[in-house]
């Protein structure tokens, strides 16, 4: 115990020198709780961040404009800690702004619109504001100037708000994938390794034919067989991915079982379960911890192109590479921005987790 406590300390010392590792771990922690505390932070918390404003729709970042919040409906809450977490239900029309006037029982506005045309000329009764006993009240209570940092989608919403909740999406789906592809790749490999023959043969025929099929090729399959939605992409990206680690972990432990712990094991009379979950496990982790990092990296990527084919997480939940498949003409019509930003995002995720790895593998190698 004394010397694993040891050789902990050491990977940690050795990753703590390593300012790459330690700049990525940190950059995803701030990924991560930016994602968790997302509709805290974000500007437009409506759930999927879909305050859809259409007059507004491709603004440039900084832009500022006054809005109108008309409610309707059900304006009855979920919850306060519900809505931190997972945003509010739209309950109010929001209308953007060129000028109001009021008057003695209502206001008068005209909505946004580009110079060169004329806006829409609306009335709105005092009737429709009920914190509101008087018109003067109505721009206290229901204007506000509201400031896109990072300018608005194609439909008029909040991009900044878009790409905070965007990042759920990315960083769980990344989550999610490991995790089944560590168990199954887990379970197969130490099968495979620790009790050869058949069951070995059948489990390396098992691998080889998944990894003879390209990899977006067999997500695009399974997303199709399971139908398009949030949880099937999770489902599609983790099956696809366990192969590696599958075939890591039998080569580990094809080198661990025969080791004299494992034989000391076996002679105390322990079951198969126990050797290899207990005293076999332990020791092959190392290169299973690089090789999630790595997949992490592979699942965003694999998630983002399917959203950019259309397959993906579905609208209006957001999507940095729905995003992209959503802006990317508008690189070719002078606002490159809204295309950019999200692909701007998935490179440097993709990159923290990379160099994370390559990190991790440095510090777990006991050769150095």
């Not at 940190?26 to 259409?54: E, H, M, Q, R, V």
């Not at 003879?212 to 099937?232: C, E, R």
């Amino acid at each position: 115990m004394t010397k694993a406590t040891s050789l902990t300390k050491i990977a940690s010392q050795k990753f703590k020198k390593n300012f790459w590792g330690v700049f990525s771990l940190s950059f995803l922690t701030i990924c991560c709780l930016l994602a968790i505390f997302a509709y805290g932070l974000a500007p437009d918390k409506s759930k999927n961040a879909n305050n859809i404003i259409l007059s507004i729709h491709s603004k440039p970042p900084r832009f500022e404009v006054p809005v109108l919040t008309i409610p309707y409906g059900n304006t009855s809450t979920s919850g306060k800690l519900k809505e931190f977490f997972f945003g509010k239900q739209i309950t109010a029309n929001s209308i953007a702004l060129k000028e109001y006037r009021l008057l003695e029982n209502g206001i008068e506005v005209e909505e946004y619109s580009d110079a060169t045309q004329q806006g829409i000329t609306t009335f709105y009764a005092l009737d429709n504001f009920p914190d509101a006993t008087t018109a003067e009240e109505i721009p206290q209570k229901y204007i506000k100037n509201q400031k896109y940092i990072l300018g608005t989608d194609k439909h008029g919403r909040d991009l900044l708000s878009r790409m905070l909740i965007g990042a759920r999406i990315s960083l769980s789906i990344g989550f999610v994938a490991v995790i089944i592809s560590v168990i199954i790749g887990i379970s197969l490999g130490a099968i495979a390794g620790y009790f050869g023959g058949k069951i070995d043969a059948f489990i390396m025929w098992l691998i080889n034919v998944t990894w003879s099929i390209p990899t977006l090729l067999l997500v695009i399959a399974v997303t199709l067989a399971l139908g398009k939605g949030f949880w099937q992409v999770f489902i599609a990206v983790g099956l696809t991915m366990w192969v590696e680690v599958a075939r890591v972990v039998r080569g580990q432990v094809m080198g661990v079982k025969n080791m004299q712990f494992v034989t000391a094991a076996r002679a105390m009379g322990y079951k198969d379960y126990r050797i290899i979950s207990k005293h076999i496990l332990p020791n092959v982790l190392a290169p299973v911890i690089v090789i999630s990092a790595a997949n992490f990296a592979s699942a965003i990527l694999i998630e983002s192109g399917l959203s950019f084919l259309g397959i993906g997480a579905q609208s209006p939940i957001p999507s940095w590479g729905g995003m992209i498949k959503d802006h990317y003409h508008y690189i070719i019509l002078g606002k490159p921005y809204l295309a950019i930003i999200p692909g701007l995002a998935i490179m440097s995720v993709v990159m923290a987790f990379i160099l994370l790895g390559n990190a991790l593998r440095d510090a777990l190698d006991v050769k150095n």
